[in-house]
């Protein structure tokens, strides 16, 4: 059972105005850029409102929400499956927006190794990352499990043709409290010259002490420092090829909402997305800058390797027929591999008529 999230007055102040709970992940997705300039506080003080940030408090409870959603006044904008699981399986929520702005993933071996496709790693080792943690969705396992099988598929294997070999993680959430998510993650940045010697990753480890023959890697900027360092190469990048349902995994990104806060609070939801948009379309203009906050917000190590990426992506939020239906191939995905329980028609969870108003506001 999940503990909801709701943050005593002695974790929180009182406020007069209404008090919205945000949480976003340390991805590629605008509210990051739209906090950061501000531009969320000032669209919130137009309607009377305010933000507040989940783990602006300390507790188990805290970091689980952002998880399990376990609030009935939380937005959350990030990876798509512990919304999903929190919409199968544990609370109502309304998804008001979704971002596309993810690498497919890639499969990398040893350099000295005779491994130059997919197809070779027939009947070898590959890593899977597994979580200690019992309180939230497994996202990282689910994503790792997604971009193999595909990998897999495209190369005329299956997944009893490889070996699987779990990658264990405490997954430990022992932050200080921060006022906003740049706080948090401060706390948790790997240095580069760890990734490029194999020390960042479990995985990267597992793979240069042979306890595996292979891993996957869906971050910005990892790979080519594992390159970098001469001890690892990649054999398959999923966004070089053109079925764009290959780059379905953690993404797209969902802006989603507790419902009853959505449907008693319309005027907060629209603001928040007002900020929101109007942060995409200056990340889009602007990729070089916008690196620079997101080296701030995100787990990823290289601003240049971040304003790269963002030159392929469009960070204006959407609900397009397109990312609709690459959120149903995830959903359905988690349901076919137990990673929730309950289905449900992701057409009808999402609700336009928020980014719409948004939208016309400009």
Same mark, same amino acid.
């Given at each position: 059972?999940?503990?909801?999230?709701?943050?005593?007055?002695?974790?929180?102040?009182?406020?007069?105005?209404?008090?919205?709970?945000?949480?976003?992940?340390?991805?590629?997705?605008?509210?990051?850029?739209?906090?950061?300039?501000?531009?969320?506080?000032?669209?919130?003080?137009?309607?009377?409102?305010?933000?507040?940030?989940?783990?602006?408090?300390?507790?188990?409870?805290?970091?689980?929400?952002?998880?399990?959603?376990?609030?009935?006044?939380?937005?959350?904008?990030?990876?798509?499956?512990?919304?999903?699981?929190?919409?199968?399986?544990?609370?109502?929520?309304?998804?008001?927006?979704?971002?596309?702005?993810?690498?497919?993933?890639?499969? #990398?071996?040893?350099?000295?190794?005779?491994?130059?496709?997919?197809?070779? @790693?027939?009947? =070898?080792?590959? /890593? &899977? %990352?597994? $979580?200690?943690?019992?309180?939230?969705?497994?996202?990282?396992?689910?994503?790792?499990?997604?971009?193999?099988?595909?990998?897999?598929?495209?190369?005329?294997?299956?997944?009893?043709?490889?070996?699987?070999?779990?990658?264990?993680?405490?997954?430990?959430?022992?932050?200080?409290?921060?006022?906003?998510?740049?706080?948090?993650?401060?706390?948790?940045?790997?240095?580069?010259?760890? #990734?490029?010697?194999?020390?960042?990753?479990?995985?990267?480890?597992?793979? @240069?002490?042979? =306890?595996?023959? /292979? &891993? %996957?890697? $869906?971050?910005?900027?990892?790979?080519?420092?594992?390159?970098?360092?001469?001890?690892?190469?990649?054999?398959?990048?999923?966004?070089?090829?053109?079925?764009?349902?290959?780059?379905?995994?953690?993404?797209?990104?969902?802006?989603?909402?507790?419902?009853?806060?959505?449907?008693?609070?319309?005027?907060?939801?629209?603001?928040?997305?007002?900020?929101?948009?109007?942060?995409?379309?200056?990340?889009?203009?602007?990729?070089?800058?916008?690196?620079?906050?997101? @080296?701030?917000?995100?787990?990823?190590?290289?601003?240049?390797?971040?304003?790269?990426?963002?030159?392929?992506?469009?960070?204006?939020?959407?609900?397009?027929?397109?990312?609709?239906?690459?959120?149903?191939?995830?959903?359905?995905?988690?349901?076919?591999?137990?990673?929730?329980?309950?289905?449900?028609?992701?057409?009808?969870?999402?609700?336009?008529?928020?980014?719409?108003?948004?939208?016309?506001?400009?």
């Amino acid at each position: 059972m999940t503990t909801a999230f709701n943050p005593s007055p002695e974790d929180i102040a009182a406020s007069t105005t209404r008090e919205l709970l945000y949480t976003i992940c340390p991805v590629l997705v605008a509210s990051n850029v739209a906090l950061e300039l501000g531009w969320i506080d000032d669209e919130l003080a137009k309607v009377g409102a305010s933000a507040t940030y989940l783990r602006s408090v300390g507790g188990e409870a805290a970091w689980q929400a952002h998880y399990s959603h376990a609030s009935e006044r939380l937005l959350r904008d990030g990876g798509n499956s512990p919304a999903i699981w929190a919409q199968a399986d544990l609370r109502p929520t309304v998804l008001v927006g979704l971002t596309q702005a993810q690498p497919a993933g890639r499969i #990398i071996v040893r350099a000295q190794d005779d491994i130059y496709r997919v197809g070779d @790693l027939k009947s =070898r080792r590959i /890593a &899977i %990352y597994r $979580s200690l943690q019992s309180g939230k969705i497994d996202f990282r396992r689910a994503t790792t499990e997604h971009g193999i099988l595909t990998a897999l598929a495209i190369h005329g294997l299956k997944r009893e043709d490889v070996e699987w070999v779990d990658i264990e993680d405490r997954d430990n959430h022992e932050e200080t409290p921060s006022r906003t998510p740049a706080g948090i993650w401060a706390q948790r940045h790997g240095d580069a010259e760890a #990734i490029i010697a194999g020390a960042h990753s479990r995985e990267a480890r597992a793979l @240069l002490e042979g =306890r595996v023959d /292979a &891993i %996957y890697d $869906s971050s910005i900027g990892t790979a080519r420092l594992l390159e970098a360092s001469g001890l690892f190469k990649v054999i398959e990048d999923l966004d070089h090829h053109p079925d764009w349902t290959l780059r379905i995994a953690n993404a797209p990104r969902t802006i989603t909402v507790s419902r009853e806060f959505a449907e008693a609070n319309r005027d907060v939801v629209v603001a928040w997305l007002r900020a929101s948009i109007r942060a995409g379309h200056w990340i889009n203009a602007n990729p070089d800058a916008a690196s620079e906050i997101f @080296l701030r917000t995100t787990i990823y190590p290289h601003a240049g390797d971040i304003a790269a990426a963002l030159r392929g992506y469009d960070l204006v939020p959407n609900l397009s027929a397109q990312n609709l239906s690459g959120l149903t191939i995830q959903k359905n995905f988690l349901l076919s591999q137990g990673y929730i329980r309950g289905d449900f028609d992701v057409s009808v969870w999402a609700d336009a008529s928020y980014l719409e108003e948004a939208l016309a506001s400009f």
